[in-house]
């Protein structure tokens, strides 16, 4: 199939490219992407474009015969949406809206679109079903709802296939080590923390050791890109007129943020001092998948359940990338 992956120089796109073309699938690369992110590319596939400029992407969609859209831009950090609202409704709604703008004009009805387990806010129940209510308590999380709204109005009204992947968090790299995780600025916990170990930073702020969670720190479902690479292969196979999914990516355990930063010092053999900081704003005690929906309907497992394995792989990366694209 003919796929265009928006944001696809990005941390989980260009994992997703990777698996696309490794399965025989034409992937183009839409992305307003910085230089050094350039190496994160398969050769010959870019098309340089700012998701907000319709006619560029309506361009694309024509001239590479597109089937199907993946949708990986958006900013996406948790913190600065609640400091930085504009930005975020700005990119990841006004940017969206452009981007299924042009697919309606150019008639392209398949969409994969990277939404988040920040949609359920503080969950009732945890480990979370799609059943969940969804409840964002930051911007980004809002943001990422919008979107799955008009995708469900846009699948109704005109006859749309979509996959509403609302992903967990995701972490590792490729196990060949050619690309990882590298944003800017970073404040992903798993990359801070190997950044320690690099001796690029003196400690680790844990952000609020108080939550009520085993240990008092935060616990997320941290899952392995390239497994979320995989669910989006399968989601894209399953696209048709009028499909609506709506599923949780992630392993189904938790890990809180001490453990993290023990799996961390485990695997790199650093001390890696960690300080108690203040709660970060925005974000909830605890986010676990309920992923058997995604199990069974993508017939999908993730390879990665461990989070040791999966601090392994981020740490092949940082270790060879110690500046990740050097830009
Ligand atoms: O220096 C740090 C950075 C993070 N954390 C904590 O570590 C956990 C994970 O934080 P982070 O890696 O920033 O991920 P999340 O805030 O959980 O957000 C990620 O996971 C979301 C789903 O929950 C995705 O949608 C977002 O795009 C992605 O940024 C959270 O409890 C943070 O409070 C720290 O304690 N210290």
Redesign the pocket.
């Known amino acids: 199939m003919k796929v265009l992956l928006c944001g696809g120089a990005g941390y989980v796109g260009s994992h997703a490219a990777k698996v696309l073309m490794h399965e025989g699938h034409e992937v183009w690369v839409y992305d307003n992407l910085s230089e050094g992110h350039r190496a994160a590319v398969p050769e010959g596939r870019l098309i340089e474009g700012d998701l907000h400029d319709r006619l560029a992407l309506e361009r694309a969609l024509r001239e590479k015969q597109i089937e199907a859209v993946m949708h990986f831009a958006?900013s996406?950090?948790?913190?600065v949406s609640v400091t930085n609202p504009a930005e975020y409704y700005h990119n990841n709604v006004v940017g969206t809206l452009s981007l299924l703008e042009a697919m309606r004009y150019v008639g392209v009805k398949r969409i994969v679109f990277s939404?988040?387990?920040?949609t359920y806010g503080v969950p009732d129940v945890v480990p979370i079903t799609e059943a969940e209510k969804q409840s964002p308590i930051n911007p980004?999380?809002f943001t990422?709802l919008v979107i799955e709204h008009a995708l469900a109005d846009y699948s109704h009204a005109y006859g749309w296939g979509y996959a509403a992947l609302r992903?967990?968090?995701?972490?590792g790299a490729a196990a060949d080590g050619t690309i990882g995780e590298d944003h800017d600025p970073e404040?992903?916990?798993?990359?801070?923390?190997l950044e320690v170990a690099l001796g690029k930073r003196k400690n680790?702020?844990?952000?609020?050791d108080d939550?009520p969670t085993p240990d008092g720190?935060?616990?997320?479902?941290y899952i392995h890109v390239d497994d979320l690479a995989a669910a989006h292969l399968a989601a894209l196979e399953q696209l048709e007129d009028g499909t609506q999914l709506k599923l949780n990516l992630g392993t189904g355990s938790g890990a809180s943020?001490l453990e993290?930063i023990e799996a961390c010092r485990h695997v790199t053999g650093h001390a890696i001092p960690a300080v108690v900081?203040p709660?970060?704003e925005?974000?909830?005690p605890a986010?676990v998948a309920d992923a058997r929906e995604a199990n069974r309907v993508l017939n999908w497992q993730p390879q990665h359940k461990e989070i040791g394995s999966i601090v392994e792989s981020a740490w092949g990366w940082h270790q060879k990338h110690p500046e990740g694209y050097g830009d």
Do not use: E, M, Q, W
């Open positions: 958006a996406c950090y948790v913190g939404s988040t387990c920040a980004y999380g990422k992903y967990f968090n995701a972490s404040t992903h916990l798993i990359p801070l923390v680790v702020k844990i952000f609020g939550y720190t935060c616990v997320r479902d943020v993290v900081a709660r970060r925005g974000d909830p986010l």
